[in-house]
């Protein structure tokens, strides 16, 4: 089952998703994975007063079968009577006609009972479907209310969403403030699916035809795809990443558009390449993943609250060596798909940095936010840092 593949063997729920068709039951199944696990905290806590077990002594396909159905019982719009029967009828044929009994009671329970929701800041987390740590975390940086809206958006299914390569006219909704980001109903020849942050982040680069670029995390690819149409295929343009198996996939993704540019499998804190060697840098740095919520909802489960000041002592790393690597007149375009102050504002702090011009969204520090309560996108930290 893909929750359980999600919350015990830390698969990526898009990733899993995106392998499905387009069809009826294939909607369906995305929507009671996202919801799932967008809700899980407060799912297991409906199944935890219903239940006559510690929810760890459940068989673990079992209560993946009972977090489904208590999400589409409480929280979901389907039938409940179906819910709780086509439930029922699973946990009996993989589980054991015992286990189909335990099953009937705890979803009877979960219909009857009045959810009883906390007061103060562990109902408020609750609701917005976070840790209280991190709805405490993003309201100290940004007041309650604004913490409550990118949390309350997050709990959104993210549109889908493209870049229109040049000369392509495919259809698509124009995504205001962001050229070439589309939404659209399909994948079309010419599409390149990607968030509208993630385009925004090519645009920042702003690189010219004859520069001499290097993406410094590259990998899947989508960026330095930009990269390359903006160049026009003029100029050099360097692909780097860490894991020679993303390095492979994205070389073949590249190939398959009629994109070839070399890739080198590096460490970016150790990258092989001379001081002062590029015009830009495009540093799109690992993170905590906040800003992904809405395709990936089951980060808001992984992170504990050390993740964002780990994830920042690299990201500083990374941004230095980025740095030595360009030019004087240059600059590094610093970019995290995350909203966390300790890998955002405090990253680019005491630098020559400054946000990319054009962009919807609101000023952050010395660089430029999106997210999905102010573009519609993923939450996504841009700033352009000179040496």
């Known amino acids: 089952m893909i929750v359980g593949r999600v919350l015990r063997s830390g698969a990526y729920s898009n990733v899993l998703l995106g392998t499905l068709g387009s069809g009826p039951d294939e909607r369906l199944v995305r929507r009671l994975v996202y919801g799932t696990l967008r809700h899980l905290v407060r799912v297991d806590r409906m199944l935890e007063r219903a239940s006559s077990r510690p929810l760890d002594a459940i068989e673990p396909g ?39 009994g335990f099953a009937n009671a705890v979803l009877r329970a979960v219909q009857r009972a009045e959810e009883q929701v906390p007061a103060g800041p562990e109902g408020r987390a609750l609701e917005l479907g976070a840790a209280p740590w991190i709805v ?4 100290a940086a940004w007041g309650d209310r ?10 959104q299914p993210a549109a889908r969403t493209a870049r229109r390569r040049p000369g392509v006219d495919a259809d698509g909704e124009q995504v205001p403030g962001i050229p070439d980001a589309v939404v659209v109903g399909t994948d079309a020849e010419g599409l390149v699916p990607m968030d509208p942050s993630s385009v925004a982040v090519g645009w920042a680069a702003a690189p010219e035809a004859g520069m001499t670029v290097l993406d410094m995390a590259a990998a899947p690819g989508g960026k330095t795809m930009h990269l390359y149409d903006q160049m026009e295929g003029e100029g050099i343009l360097v692909a780097a990443d860490r894991h020679q198996r993303r390095v492979d996939s994205a070389r073949r993704r590249l190939a398959a558009e009629g994109i070839s540019v070399p890739w080198v499998v590096a460490d970016g804190t150790r990258a092989p390449f001379a001081s002062g060697t590029f015009d830009r840098v495009l540093l799109d740095a690992p993170c905590s993943g906040l800003g992904t919520l809405r395709r990936r909802p089951e980060i808001r489960h992984r992170l504990v609250e050390t993740s964002p000041t780990r994830a920042g002592l690299l990201q500083r790393r990374l941004l230095d060596a980025a740095l030595e690597l ?57 700033s352009l840092v000179r040496p």
């Not at 209560?63 to 709780?84: F, I, K, M, S, Y």
């Not at 604004?146 to 709990?155: D, K, Q, V």
């Not at 995350?338 to 400054?354: I, K, M, N, Q």
């Open 136 to 139: 405490e975390r993003l309201a």
């Open 146 to 155: 604004e913490a409550g809206e990118f949390l309350a958006a997050s709990l």
């Open 62 to 100: 079992l209560l993946d079968l009972l977090r489904v159905a208590g999400w589409e019982l409480r929280l979901g719009d389907g039938a409940p009577h179906a819910a709780v029967n086509e439930t029922v009828s699973a946990a009996a044929q993989a589980h054991g006609k015992r286990a189909g």
């Open 326 to 382: 360009v030019k004087p007149d240059g600059y590094v375009v610093y970019a995290a798909c995350t909203v966390f102050p300790e890998e955002t504002t405090d990253v680019v702090a005491g630098r020559r940095a400054e946000p990319p011009p054009g962009l919807p969204g609101r000023p952050a520090g010395n660089g430029w936010l999106l997210g999905p309560h102010l573009t519609g996108s993923d939450g996504m930290f841009i």
